[in-house]
């Protein structure tokens, strides 16, 4: 009995040791580029590696063990992953209405929460809140993070944010922005940590609607964004659009861009709403992966 229950053990070790969520102490190599995936296919965050074109890293809410089982579904179709602190966490949202803040070394789910109404985007607030966008229900939600509560008892506020599927937060100017529908709205932050608050500041009409991603552009002064029809990059002082250099502008899912040698990526489906493929403006294959259902995709910068 003892020899089948050591054999029994051993193969339980092995299938630990070779399980990609049992990595604890993963940090992206010196020199290689990497791009963090929201991946439909499994309902996760995937990290890939665009050299060999293999996913190195993945977050799967249905196997993690600090996410309760009936919470999984939550995060179906993942539709957003954005690095934060230079790659150290990612900040996640799915479809389900699922969002996460997760660590990058050893997949720890920093924070959860449940926004519902087809949750698109989510951004971190200086104070450590997390906002997100909903699009069903035209809202967004501030949730306080204090640490200790279960997800069930987060605090949130709500507010009213049409087509929500956007969020910006410019540390120096101390903003955040979203594109609802057609228009680029500013919001102040109260920095109430237990009482937070969004203060509407200006809103300016853009040249198309049906807005989809809003990023940051990496090193300089404006934000992508895409539309039922273009790529457009907002300048952040003026509120200024031009049509971005590509013929690959339509139903664009995200757009991310880097320093010097790393090309802006982009997501076009091919089917629905996902593709098994990351292209640059000009139509470059930059990664693919057959059977992916890949949404959004971002430098790990």
């Not at 190195?56 to 602190?85: N, Q």
């Not at 809140?129 to 204090?146: K, L």
Request: glycine residues 6%; hydrophobic residues 40%; contains cysteine.
């Amino acid at each position: 009995m003892k020899h089948s229950i050591s054999i029994f053990s051993a193969i339980l070790l092995t299938v630990f040791l070779h399980d990609s969520n049992a990595q604890t102490n993963w940090h992206p190599e010196k020199g290689k580029k990497y791009i963090i995936l929201a991946e439909q296919s499994k309902s996760r965050v995937a990290i890939a590696d665009i050299v060999s074109s293999a996913i190195v890293w993945e977050w799967i809410p249905a196997v993690r063990p600090d996410i309760k089982p009936e919470h999984v579904k939550w995060f179906e179709a993942m539709s957003d992953a954005k690095p934060l602190e230079s790659g150290k966490y990612i900040l996640a949202c799915a479809s389900g209405g699922g969002m996460a803040l997760v660590r990058v070394s050893d997949k720890k789910t920093m924070f959860y929460a449940y926004a519902g109404g087809n949750t698109h985007s989510v951004e971190r607030l200086p104070d450590g809140n997390i906002v997100s966008a909903s699009s069903t229900g035209n809202f967004m939600s501030i949730f306080v993070t204090t640490g200790k509560d279960y997800p069930e008892q987060t605090v949130r506020k709500d507010f009213y944010l049409r087509d929500g599927h956007n969020l910006v937060w410019d540390k120096n100017k101390k903003r955040l922005y979203t594109v609802s529908w057609d228009q680029l709205k500013t919001y102040r932050y109260n920095y109430n940590k237990n009482n937070p608050s969004l203060i509407a500041v200006d809103a300016a009409a853009m040249p198309d609607s049906g807005a989809h991603d809003l990023y940051r552009a990496y090193g300089k002064n404006f934000l992508w964004l895409s539309t039922h029809s273009f790529i457009f990059k907002v300048d952040m002082k003026s509120r200024k659009t031009i049509k971005a250099d590509t013929n690959f502008g339509k139903n664009i899912k995200s757009v991310s861009s880097g320093p010097e040698g790393y090309p802006t990526i982009i997501i076009r489906p091919k089917e629905k709403w996902w593709t098994d493929e990351v292209l640059d403006l000009e139509g470059n294959s930059i990664f693919k992966q057959q059977g992916l259902r890949i949404y959004k995709a971002r430098w790990l910068l």
